[in-house]
T-cell receptor, first 115, second 111 residues
């Protein structure tokens, strides 16, 4: 399977714990995106990397959230001191391109439940 | 901030019927996109529109980029059971990679 993969698919944690999610983009895609989707809503943009540089960040990405893409390949999204409001599906997407819109291919998501 | 409102919120149709759904925005976009999401999966791009007034087809799907750049519609002709899912419109501003998604239209097809 050469699509975007995310790990884990499901995570249940207690409030106050830290969690980390991993995203492996499609091979050689230079752009990587994180979105958050709550039940009944569309995905909301969190952040975007071009290679290893984080170029766009949403105001939704509070100081408890940090994303990295150290070698321009896989990415991690860490949430510190989780809150119940962090419960959501976290989607990763990747694309290849240099200019305007390039089709973003989405992974299956990591569903986070904070108890 | 930008908001994309979709209508209807949900719809039940008979297999074989045509479907139409709309999306309106409080501000303009340079690119309009339509995605479909199945349960437990990420969204999949159906159609991308890059120019105001553009009408684009992909099989049984047709979408248009509104002249005002603040709206778009998606039509599905001769619906089939596998059309079931949630359809999202989305917009993108020139110079930004961020995609803003709409509220979604849930489609159910009755065989």
């Amino acid at each position: 399977d050469t699509g975007v993969s995310q790990d884990p698919r499901h995570k249940i944690t207690k409030r106050g714990q830290n969690v980390t999610f991993r995203c492996d983009p499609i091979s050689e895609h230079n752009r990587l995106y994180w979105y958050r989707q709550t039940l009944g809503q569309g995905p909301e943009f969190l952040t975007y990397f071009q290679n290893e540089a984080q170029l766009e960040k949403s105001r939704l990405l509070s100081d408890r959230f940090s994303a990295e893409r150290p070698k321009g390949s896989f990415s991690t999204l860490e949430i510190q001191r989780t809150e119940q409001g962090d419960s959501a599906m976290y989607l990763c997407a990747s694309s290849w391109g240099q200019g305007v819109y390039n089709e973003q291919f989405f992974g299956p998501g990591t569903r986070l439940t904070v108890l | 901030g930008q908001q994309l409102n979709q209508s209807p919120q949900s719809m039940f149709i008979q297999e074989g019927e045509d479907v139409s759904m709309n999306c309106t925005s409080s501000s303009i976009f340079n690119t309009w996109l339509w995605y479909k999401q199945d349960p437990g999966e990420g969204p999949v791009l159906l159609i991308a529109l890059y120019k105001a007034g553009e009408l684009t087809s992909n099989g049984r799907l047709t979408a248009q980029f509104g002249i005002t750049r603040k709206d778009s519609f998606l039509n599905i002709s001769a619906s089939i059971p596998s059309d079931v899912g949630i359809y999202f419109c989305a917009g993108q501003l020139e110079g930004y990679q961020k995609v803003t998604f709409g509220t979604g239209t849930k489609l159910q097809v009755i065989p």
